[in-house]
Every structure is written in structure tokens, then in C-alpha cells.
């Protein structure tokens, strides 16, 4: 425990496994990453804390799967059918148990495109009903985009919801591991869920949490109530392990400062500007200097500014 523990401190974002400029780390696998056992019995691919290219094939999201004893549960249907399919292949070549569920952390592509590999195997696969809408307006174009990207390595994949949706909490118990999948509250995007396992004292957090990667706020991420739905409900879970849904497993006390503390942090600098009289033209350029060492900064900086702006401008 001691050791894990320690690897957990000194998971920080300045990890070199976390660069963008590391090649794909899994030649011969459409996966970036080999699947890698955190705790015993979940294991995690993480994926590339870059944007999406074809050379880590759409695989810059965590896949994660739970051997229970009785049954296999993987969490996010992955950006693909062939990733999909290349993860099954992993868990395979581990263990002889079926996968018998599916939870899709949001309605985002990457998480959700790989549903059409899964429900081939007859898998049920469970998401948030926001999420399942999310998916199912701009489920084509997440295609359409990966397609574009992936090339052949897009093959067999085709716009596919989940099975069964939920509303607060979909739970469920298999062998040691009790699983609770977990809608808190507004947060990234539309139909966020966690995956809580309260005798591991481990999250499976997905966009709730970043750490490694800089965060990206949509159109549609309202960055307050994000932080009301961190304070109120994720804090309250006190996990010990946590599985972003980008970079490497680590602990609260890493996706505190770079997720809850970047929003506060951004949003300070926004309410300053605006204290100030300053426009949204200067809102591009607030100081984010203390987050540059993130991957992703220089891709999203600027628009998470913007897009603060034009939320607090109306708070």
C-alpha cells in the first residue's frame, strides 16, 4: 500500500510519460498505451494527453475495465470499433470472464463510438440520459470527425447509444466490487458520470477530474456549476485512488489543484479583467502561466478564457 501510495505523489503533471511529443507507447495495438492494473482487479489504457491524431488513433481518453470475479465492467465504449475491439483483446488475454457491462462516461465520441463493437458482443452498455441525448444530436458528426482522422482505422464503426440510460445512479454488486455509477451534478459536459467503488475507496472519475491535461471548457461547460457539483458532491466520496478520464491514475489531492483549482484560478483572473472594465478581447491574455506546464495549454488556454468571460460577464 505504501508503494502505491508513493507512486500516487509523485504521479504529478510534470510526468514524462505525460508529453505530447512521446509516440504512440502500444506499436502493433490500435490502443496508445497497454492496459496497466492500478489496484487489483481495475485495470486502465490510458490514452494520449493529446488532441486526437491518427497515429494514437482517437485513443486520448482513459479505457478502463473491472475483473470482478463474476464478469467484466469497462468503462467508456472507446472512440472506435477497432479500439474497442483491441481492448477486448486485452481483457482477453487476461482473463477468461465476459464482459457483462458497458458504462459510458459522457455523450462525447470517444466514449461513446465504440458502442458499435459492443453491442455486436451482445454487451449491455448503460449511459446518463443526457449523455444518450448528447450522443444522439451530434453522434454523426463525432463520426464524421473521426472518420476523417482515423481514415481505415475508422472501419466497422457507426453511431450507436447506449442500451439503457439512467437518471442519478445505476448500481450494481459482482463479486468484491460494489459499483455505483454516479450522475453529480453539471460538470464537463452533458451526462458526466463517475464510477465509484466505496470498498476500494476508488473513482473512476472521467471529466469531472483532469490533472495532466489542460481541461477544455465548451460552449456549453458552465464553470460554476461544475465547482458547486465538486464541492458538494465529488469531495464528499473521499476517494483514495482516482482514474481520470485523462492521464494517469493518481489521487484527490492532484485533481484538486489542476481541476477545482484551475477554475478557481481562471475564474479569479476573468473576475479581476472584469472588475476592471476589460473586454473579451482582453480576456484572451489573462496570466494562465502557472498551468503552462499542462498538455493541451496551448490549444485551450485562450478559448477556456474566452469562454469564462462570457459566462461571468452574466453571473
Wanted: hydrophobic share 40%; proline share 4%; glycine share 10%.
Amino acid at each position: 500500500m505504501k508503494s502505491v501510495l508513493k507512486m500516487l505523489c509523485l504521479l504529478a503533471p510534470t510526468s514524462l510519460f505525460a508529453s505530447e511529443d512521446i509516440a504512440d507507447q502500444y506499436p502493433g495495438s490500435m490502443l496508445y498505451a497497454k492496459p496497466v492494473e492500478f489496484i487489483p482487479g481495475v485495470f486502465s489504457a490510458t490514452g494520449a494527453t493529446a488532441p486526437p491524431t491518427y497515429d494514437n488513433a482517437g485513443h486520448n481518453n482513459n479505457l478502463s475495465f473491472i475483473i470482478t470475479g463474476e464478469g467484466v465492467v469497462v468503462v467508456n465504449g472507446g472512440g472506435s470499433y477497432l479500439l474497442a475491439e483491441a481492448l477486448h483483446d486485452e481483457i482477453k488475454a487476461i482473463t477468461d470472464q465476459e464482459v457483462v457491462l458497458v458504462v459510458d462516461e459522457n455523450g462525447q465520441g470517444h466514449a461513446m463510438l465504440g458502442n458499435s463493437y459492443w453491442v455486436g458482443q451482445g454487451v449491455k452498455i448503460i449511459a446518463h440520459v443526457d449523455a444518450a441525448a448528447e450522443f444522439e444530436e451530434r453522434g454523426f458528426r463525432s463520426l464524421a470527425s473521426m472518420q476523417r482522422l482515423n481514415k481505415e482505422r475508422s472501419e466497422g464503426t457507426f453511431v450507436q447509444g447506449p442500451t439503457e440510460t439512467f437518471v442519478d445512479e445505476y448500481s450494481l454488486e459482482l463479486g468484491e466490487f460494489q459499483i455505483e455509477v454516479l450522475y453529480l451534478g453539471p460538470s464537463h459536459s452533458a451526462g458526466d458520470v463517475v464510477v465509484w467503488l466505496p470498498k476500494q475507496s476508488l473513482v473512476i472519475a472521467g471529466d469531472m477530474a483532469f490533472h495532466e491535461r489542460m481541461l477544455p471548457i465548451f460552449e456549453d461547460t458552465y464553470t460554476l456549476d461544475w465547482l458547486e457539483t465538486w464541492d458538494n458532491e465529488f469531495e464528499v466520496l473521499n476517494a483514495t485512488y482516482v482514474i481520470p478520464g485523462h492521464g494517469h491514475p493518481t489521487n484527490m489531492d492532484q485533481v484538486r489543484r489542476y481541476t477545482k483549482g484551475y477554475l478557481e484560478y481562471l475564474r479569479s483572473q476573468i473576475g479581476i479583467l472584469l472588475d476592471d472594465g476589460g473586454g473579451l478581447a482582453e480576456a484572451y491574455y489573462v496570466d494562465q502561466s502557472p498551468y503552462a506546464n499542462l498538455d493541451t495549454f496551448e490549444e485551450l488556454a485562450t478559448k477556456n478564457a474566452g469562454r469564462v468571460y462570457e459566462q461571468m460577464e452574466f453571473e
